[in-house]
């Protein structure tokens, strides 16, 4: 199956801070979506994004699919963007693998 | 938009107890429903997913089961739980002409 990468494990910034979080995959995906998980444990979507970029406020994001490649741009970090950030990719739709996560630390 | 209900929100159960979480979507028809666990806080694995009713496929060999008695209704049971069930149980869903999963808030369940 897929295997899916993502990098750094932890990283710690202080607030106001930008950040580049990298999910390097396997093989060829038709999905890819990034997801925060807060403290208390619930997973918010944050992009669906197989290609391109797209940029929600403070945050965007970068699929080079050809390179099997995905960045996450946080600028500007806030304490509340702290949490666990998750990359999952498929190729089939019921076949999505999650990588192990990047765990930010904002201090403020 | 989908609104996905979890219950109970946590559980403390011991070892060898019968398990029963359910999952509810609303705001979809036809969903593919999916059931993950994760522990330590790291890592999503899938356990089970249902592109219908009655119908379910299983990722891993596990000591759970997962029933889909209604389009919108996804449930994960056991008939005696092992300390190694123990973890943080989360639903998703995804519309059927989507490719987007949405997750529900999750149930965290210690087996003592």
């Known amino acids: 199956g897929i295997q899916v990468e993502q990098s750094p494990p932890d990283l710690i910034l202080q607030e106001g801070a930008n950040s580049t979080l990298r999910c390097n995959f396997s093989d060829s995906v038709n999905n890819l979506q990034w997801f925060h998980q807060n403290p208390w444990g619930q997973l918010i979507n944050l992009f669906y994004i197989p290609s391109g970029t797209k940029q929600n406020g403070r945050l965007s994001a970068t699929t080079v699919a050809t390179e099997r490649y995905s960045l996450l741009y946080i600028s500007s970090s806030q304490t509340t963007d702290s949490g666990v950030y998750f990359c999952?990719?498929?190729?089939?739709?019921?076949?999505?693998?999650f990588g192990a996560g990047t765990r930010l630390t904002v201090k403020p | 938009s989908q609104t996905i209900h979890q219950w109970p929100a946590t559980l403390v159960q011991p070892v060898g107890s019968p398990l029963s979480l359910e999952c509810t979507v609303e705001?979809?028809?036809?969903?593919?429903l999916y059931w993950y666990r994760q522990a330590a806080g790291r890592g999503l694995q899938l356990l089970f997913y249902?592109?219908?009713?009655?119908?379910i496929s299983s990722e891993v060999p596990q000591n759970l089961s997962a029933s889909r008695p209604q389009d919108r209704q996804f449930i994960l049971s056991s008939k005696k739980l092992l300390l190694s069930d123990s973890g943080f149980y989360l639903c998703?869903?995804?519309?059927?002409?989507?490719?987007?999963?949405?997750f529900g808030p999750g149930t965290r369940l210690t087996v003592t």
């Open positions: 998703a869903s995804r519309a059927s002409a989507a490719y987007e999963q949405y």
């Open positions: 999952a990719v498929g190729y089939n739709n019921n076949d999505m693998r």
């Open positions: 705001g979809t028809s036809n969903p593919n």
């Open positions: 249902s592109v219908g009713i009655g119908q």
